[in-house]
């Protein structure tokens, strides 16, 4: 088992819903990342947080917002998202920015 | 930017076997190569990696070879049991992030 925990495991939610997933890694690490995981495709890097502070936005929809309250907490906020944004969403920590990644288990998300 | 391509995308081997998952990549400055395990229902486990400047690495039953030249590297696991059976990927290290490949189904048949 990992030092990476995220919750809820399991989240189905309507089109106009707001709902936010969470990640917290007990490994004392300084950077964290989201990634979404759709079926036979590659990981998809989404956000990086370094020190608590966003260095990178892969070009991510607006209707995916993350914060980033300490280096131990990660929160992914959903708004208005659409069915193909069902997906596993990964979180990773690393200790320094592009460093070895440890994963949590992901949430796996679906849109109605 | 980098590419990473992974070859094949299912592979089913009889217990006991050996299995290689081979895989490729685009940019020569990319320098270090990680191998993720992810069984059903959990997130990428670290298995093995490594780094430009060694040709080679085991770690008992699993190795990983990589071919600078040619820009490819493999993941090679030998006496296969049923718990091997996962979604492997590949990843090469560019920049600050890391490049997955699209991953492989093992299925280790008992």
């Known amino acids: 088992e990992t030092g990476v925990t995220q919750t809820p495991r399991h989240l189905v939610m309507g089109m106009t819903n707001k709902k936010s997933l969470k990640c917290e890694q007990h490994?004392?690490?300084?950077?964290m990342y989201w990634y979404k995981q759709s079926a036979k495709k590659p990981l998809e890097l989404m956000f990086v947080?370094?020190?608590?502070?966003?260095?990178e936005n892969n070009s991510v929809p607006s209707r995916f917002s993350p914060e980033c309250p300490n280096s131990s907490h990660l929160f992914l906020h959903l708004h208005t998202l659409q069915p193909e944004d069902s997906a596993l969403y990964l979180c990773?920590?690393?200790?320094?920015?592009?460093?070895?990644?440890?994963f949590g288990p992901g949430t796996r998300l679906t849109v109605l | 930017g980098e590419n990473v391509e992974q070859h094949p995308s299912t592979l089913s081997v009889q217990e006991g076997d050996s299995a290689v998952i081979k895989c490729t990549y685009s940019?020569?400055?990319?320098?270090?190569f990680p191998w993720y395990k992810q069984e059903l229902g959990k997130g990428p486990q670290l298995i093995i990696d490594?780094?430009?400047?060694?040709g080679e690495k085991k770690d008992q039953r699993i190795a990983v070879t990589l071919n600078k030249t040619a820009k490819h590297f493999s993941l090679h696991i030998t006496e296969t049991q049923p718990e091997d059976s996962a979604v492997y990927f590949c990843?090469?290290?560019?920049?600050?992030?890391?490049?997955f490949g699209p991953g492989t189904r093992l299925s280790v048949l008992p």
């Open positions: 940019d020569s400055a990319s320098n270090y």
């Open positions: 990843a090469a290290h560019y920049g600050q992030n890391f490049v």
């Open positions: 947080y370094n020190f608590k502070e966003q260095t």
């Open positions: 990773a920590s690393s200790q320094q920015r592009g460093g070895e990644q440890f």
């Open positions: 490994l004392g690490h300084n950077a």
């Open positions: 490594i780094r430009s400047n060694v």
